[in-house]
């Protein structure tokens, strides 16, 4: 059980970690870079058209105080922290007066349902059939399926989307391509709305599933075929088990283990990808609202979302590890 | 090294297909050299013509030839890829070998460094550095970026191999026999690594490449150098898909799928030729 306990607090020290660097990286970007970011927003406004002087001098004071970059540089930092820690962001200037906070957590849901739905399909896929390749290596459909999964593998997200968006938006148009929802259905938990909202996530989540695959089932495959090769497995072939059961408690539970870990590290980039993917399809998540963020030149929003970004991947890499002990015993003991 | 060569080209369908790609993406990229057209200048010839004799692939709605611009495009896509390859394989390798040979609390506090830049999600980091630089965001700038942001998975990787190198006797007996830290890392630990650096390249590539593309098409980049990205991007800017101008963006796709594939078949067989077990079983099959 102590084994169990320094695990835990092993793991949250690291989550700890993550959080302060991944926010320190953060302001850095924004306050030692050589670039003014004040005059770069300022830039990007005017940029439109004539904006009286008073009018410029005003918004270089109300930007100043919102970069928090008034004071001396330990103060800027303390008050940058202070803000996070508050989850206060401001105002958007895209969408004044609301809040960033409240814009983030309308967008937040519609980024978790879609990253949780599919990244746990493309896991369960990916290793399944990774686990059937690696046991049974003589079967074409699969041999098939290893190839298929080579080439779909390497394939950066935004070109695979975009090809989703091709041949279902312009060859073969039978699903919706923009948007997370009919426009005209109110939010609520009726049948209309939960339906178009499943139909709407299809192609998003398909492009998720079908990039992110390929890479759990080579891993599997590689690892339960040199898992088969080894002595209990052969023992227990020997003693009549039944290949089934071989395959799923004997077999597939081992090679789960490291599996377990890798959906961990990758889960910063499947996130990634899920940024480009809601931009590509419209979805009205937090990838859509980064994008956007930037072109409105919008810093609280900009700022808001890589700060939750960076806390809710941490977050889910913390669940993992904390689900971790149910599938590797031996963390208890050590 | 040739005969190493040689037999991977016997023995390893992969390692042949992912040559003949890789090197027909390099030799695309070699054609800009003689290119008839500046990469930047724009209404050269008469935009969107289809793909014909003349005009091989096309041309854009900006005039440009989409042939010529592809190859400069491929020709700085591939340049931006073993630019962040180098510099972060240099940064992995320093922290690797140190970390594995070293132990104790350096190790420990390199990796939790270290397991933290694996962990934390870049593009909204990436997104956030164009934010405040806008203009000033060049291409080498962004190379220098993601180099220092993508060494870590690799990292860890040379710090396994490093510790079971430290066991070994020869790495005693160069102690013994009084060499520096510096020393034995470069000197013997180093040349043992090298396999995996190799192979590593390909990936750290196919990351920084895919990075650098998704950036480019949504314009968070140095639009004005062409890459592949930002080919998909300026035709994204005129909706060519729209418009039927499905050669602008066609053809980079089909350029950059060849790129990543080709190396990613690399990467595998390189892994396949330093894991003897199945360079083994794959011999033995070949030979039965």
């Given at each position: 059980?102590?084994?169990?306990?320094?695990?835990?607090?092993?793991?949250l020290?690291?989550?700890?970690?993550?959080?302060?660097?991944?926010?320190?990286?953060?302001?850095?970007?924004?306050?030692?870079?050589?670039i003014?970011?004040v005059?770069q927003?300022i830039?990007?406004v005017?940029?439109?058209?004539?904006?009286?002087?008073?009018?410029?001098?005003?918004?270089?004071?109300?930007?100043?105080?919102?970069?928090g970059?008034?004071?001396?540089?330990?103060?800027?930092?303390?008050?940058?922290?202070?803000?996070?820690?508050?989850?206060?962001?401001?105002?958007?200037?895209?969408?004044?007066?609301?809040?960033?906070?409240?814009?983030?957590?309308?967008?937040?849901?519609?980024?978790?349902?879609?990253?949780?739905?599919?990244?746990?399909?493309?896991?369960?896929?990916?290793?399944?059939?990774?686990?059937?390749?690696?046991?049974?290596?003589?079967?074409?459909?699969?041999?098939?399926?290893?190839?298929?999964?080579?080439?779909l593998?390497?394939?950066p997200?935004?070109?695979?989307?975009?090809l989703l968006?091709?041949?279902?938006?312009f060859?073969?148009p039978?699903?919706?391509?923009?948007?997370?929802?009919?426009?005209?259905?109110?939010q609520?938990?009726?049948?209309?709305?939960?339906?178009?909202?499943?139909?709407?996530?299809?192609?998003?989540?398909?492009?998720?599933?079908?990039?992110?695959?390929?890479?759990?089932?080579?891993?599997?495959?590689?690892?339960?075929?040199?898992?088969?090769?080894?002595?209990?497995v052969?023992?227990?072939?020997?003693?009549?088990?039944?290949?089934?059961?071989?395959?799923?408690?004997?077999?597939?539970?081992?090679?789960?283990?490291?599996?377990?870990?890798?959906?961990?590290?990758?889960l910063?980039g499947?996130?990634?990808?899920?940024?480009?993917?809601?931009?590509?399809?419209?979805?009205?998540?937090?990838?859509?609202?980064?994008?956007?963020?930037v072109?409105?030149?919008?810093?609280?929003l900009?700022?808001?979302?890589?700060?939750?970004?960076?806390?809710?991947?941490?977050?889910?890499?913390?669940?993992?590890?904390?689900?971790?002990?149910?599938?590797?015993p031996?963390v208890?003991?050590? | 090294?040739?005969?190493?060569?040689?037999?991977?080209?016997?023995?390893?369908?992969?390692?042949?297909?992912?040559?003949?790609?890789?090197?027909?993406?390099?030799l695309?990229?070699?054609?800009?050299s003689?290119?008839?057209?500046?990469?930047?200048?724009?209404?050269?010839?008469?935009?969107?013509?289809p793909?014909?004799?003349?005009?091989?692939?096309g041309?854009?709605?900006?005039?440009?030839?989409?042939?010529?611009?592809?190859?400069?495009?491929?020709?700085?896509?591939?340049?931006?890829?073993?630019?962040?390859?180098?510099?972060?394989?240099?940064?992995?390798?320093?922290?690797?070998?140190?970390?594995?040979?070293?132990?104790?609390?350096i190790?420990?506090?390199?990796?939790?460094?270290n397991?933290?830049?694996?962990?934390?999600?870049?593009?909204?980091?990436?997104?956030?550095?164009?934010?405040?630089?806008?203009?000033?965001?060049?291409?080498?700038?962004?190379?220098?970026?993601?180099?220092?942001?993508?060494?870590?998975y690799?990292?860890?990787?040379?710090?396994?191999?490093a510790?079971?190198?430290?066991?070994?006797?020869?790495?005693?007996?160069?102690?013994?026999?009084?060499?520096?830290?510096?020393?034995?890392?470069?000197q013997?630990?180093?040349?043992?690594?090298?396999?995996?650096?190799?192979?590593?390249?390909m990936?750290n590539?196919?990351?920084?490449i895919?990075?650098?593309?998704?950036?480019?098409?949504?314009?968070?980049?140095?639009?004005?150098?062409?890459?592949?990205?930002?080919?998909?991007?300026?035709?994204?800017?005129?909706?060519?898909?729209?418009?039927?101008?499905?050669?602008?963006?066609?053809?980079?796709?089909?350029?950059?799928?060849?790129?990543?594939?080709?190396?990613?078949?690399?990467?595998?067989?390189?892994?396949?030729y330093?894991?003897?077990?199945?360079?083994?079983?794959?011999?033995?099959?070949?030979?039965?």
């Open positions: 059980m102590s084994g169990y306990l320094a695990y835990i607090a092993k793991r020290a690291q989550f700890v970690l993550v959080v302060f660097i991944g926010i320190n990286l953060a302001y850095v970007i924004t306050h030692a870079t050589p003014d970011p005059e927003s830039s990007a005017t940029s439109f058209g004539n904006t009286a002087p008073g009018a410029i001098e005003q918004m270089r004071t109300s930007l100043r105080e919102l970069y970059l008034e004071g001396s540089a330990i103060q800027q930092y303390v008050v940058f922290w202070k803000r996070i820690l508050r989850a206060d962001f401001g105002p958007s200037m895209s969408a004044f007066p609301t809040p960033v906070s409240t814009l983030i957590a309308r967008a937040l849901p519609w980024t978790t349902g879609l990253l949780v739905v599919s990244t746990i399909v493309t896991w369960v896929l990916g290793n399944l059939l990774g686990g059937l390749a690696g046991y049974y290596q003589r079967s074409r459909g699969l041999k098939l399926l290893g190839v298929i999964a080579m080439g593998h390497p394939i997200y935004y070109i695979l989307a975009l968006l091709i041949v279902f938006g060859l073969w039978v699903l919706p391509i923009t948007g997370g929802s009919a426009m005209n259905l109110p609520a938990w009726s049948w209309a709305f939960v339906t178009s909202v499943l139909k709407h996530s299809i192609l998003p989540a398909l492009s998720l599933i079908l990039i992110g695959v390929g890479s759990w089932f080579l891993g599997m495959r590689s690892l339960v075929s040199n898992v088969v090769t080894e002595d209990y052969t023992y227990a072939e020997l003693a009549g088990v039944k290949s089934r059961r071989i395959l799923s408690s004997y077999v597939m539970r081992n090679a789960l283990v490291p599996q377990v870990t890798g959906l961990a590290i990758s910063g499947i996130f990634n990808g899920a940024v480009i993917t809601e931009k590509v399809f419209g979805y009205p998540g937090v990838g859509s609202l980064l994008v956007d963020a072109y409105a030149g919008d810093y609280g900009v700022l808001g979302v890589t700060t939750i970004s960076i806390l809710g991947v941490s977050i889910g890499v913390l669940a993992i590890d904390l689900l971790y002990p149910l599938l590797d031996r208890k003991v050590s | 090294m040739l005969g190493i060569l040689r037999d991977l080209l016997r023995y390893n369908a992969e390692f042949r297909i992912g040559i003949v790609l890789v090197g027909f993406v390099l695309l990229s070699m054609l800009a003689f290119s008839p057209y500046p990469p930047q200048d724009v209404y050269v010839v008469p935009p969107d013509v793909p014909s004799l003349t005009y091989w692939f041309t854009t709605s900006r005039g440009q030839d989409v042939f010529w611009q592809l190859t400069f495009a491929i020709r700085n896509t591939l340049l931006f890829g073993c630019t962040v390859a180098l510099i972060s394989r240099v940064l992995a390798l320093v922290i690797g070998l140190l970390s594995g040979y070293k132990g104790g609390w190790d420990r506090v390199l990796m939790s460094i397991d933290t830049f694996i962990v934390i999600p870049l593009l909204p980091i990436l997104v956030l550095f164009y934010f405040v630089m806008r203009d000033s965001m060049s291409w080498l700038m962004l190379a220098l970026i993601m180099a220092c942001l993508g060494w870590a690799d990292a860890r990787l040379i710090r396994s191999v510790m079971s190198l430290k066991m070994r006797e020869f790495t005693q007996s160069s102690v013994f026999s009084g060499m520096s830290t510096r020393e034995i890392l470069v013997e630990h180093l040349p043992y690594v090298m396999p995996i650096v190799f192979s590593t390249t990936n590539m196919i990351w920084s895919g990075l650098e593309v998704t950036l480019a098409v949504l314009g968070f980049t140095d639009i004005n150098t062409p890459t592949i990205g930002g080919m998909i991007y300026w035709a994204n800017q005129h909706t060519a898909m729209v418009a039927g101008v499905w050669w602008w963006i066609a053809f980079p796709t089909v350029v950059v799928i060849m790129t990543f594939i080709g190396l990613f078949l690399l990467a595998v067989s390189m892994n396949e330093i894991d003897p077990r199945s360079r083994l079983s794959r011999m033995g099959r070949v030979t039965s």
